[in-house]
């Protein structure tokens, strides 16, 4: 499955954790991200992540297009509800392609855990029967 992985500034730490901590089951996939948070995921867990722009400079924007082209099986997104970002209306269309295409989708540790123990289990095989 290919997962892509976001995290705002605020909860990068926390996404590198979560990769730590569930690092055999996304060695098992194909992980890509937005740049800064596929350096430090790649750096702390020693996964293979294939690194896009940063957030800021249109990571967002290519995970999106990728998104768009049903080429995505998963995306985590650790997003900061607390402060509103400059580039808040494209986390919102990206949000919004998600639902489009059916592409799993967690903003929190909460969903991500759950997704990940559903990958684990099989759950998200349907996602290879439709593509």
């Known amino acids: 499955m290919?997962?892509?992985?976001?995290?705002?500034?605020?909860?990068?730490?926390?996404m590198v954790?979560?990769?730590?901590?569930?690092?055999?089951?996304?060695?098992?996939n194909n992980l890509c991200a937005t740049g800064t948070t596929g350096k430090i995921v790649?750096?702390?867990?020693?996964?293979?992540?294939?690194?896009f722009l940063s957030g800021a400079q249109g990571g967002s924007?290519?995970?999106?297009?990728?998104i768009a082209c049903n080429e995505i099986d998963m995306l985590l997104f650790f997003r900061?509800?607390?402060?509103?970002?400059?580039?808040?209306?494209?986390?919102?269309?990206?949000?919004?392609?998600?639902d489009m295409h059916n592409i799993p989708v967690a903003t929190n540790i909460a969903t991500a855990e759950v997704l990940i123990?559903?990958?684990?289990?099989?759950?998200?095989?349907?996602?290879n029967i439709i593509k």
């Open 61 to 66: 924007q290519q995970i999106a297009a990728r």
């Open 80 to 98: 900061d509800p607390l402060n509103q970002k400059p580039n808040e209306a494209n986390d919102m269309d990206m949000l919004r392609l998600c």
């Open 117 to 127: 123990h559903g990958l684990e289990r099989g759950d998200l095989d349907w996602r």
């Open 42 to 51: 790649s750096e702390a867990t020693g996964l293979t992540v294939q690194k």
């Open 17 to 28: 954790q979560f990769c730590i901590a569930y690092c055999g089951v996304l060695s098992r």
């Open 2 to 14: 290919n997962i892509a992985l976001i995290a705002h500034d605020e909860k990068k730490e926390l």
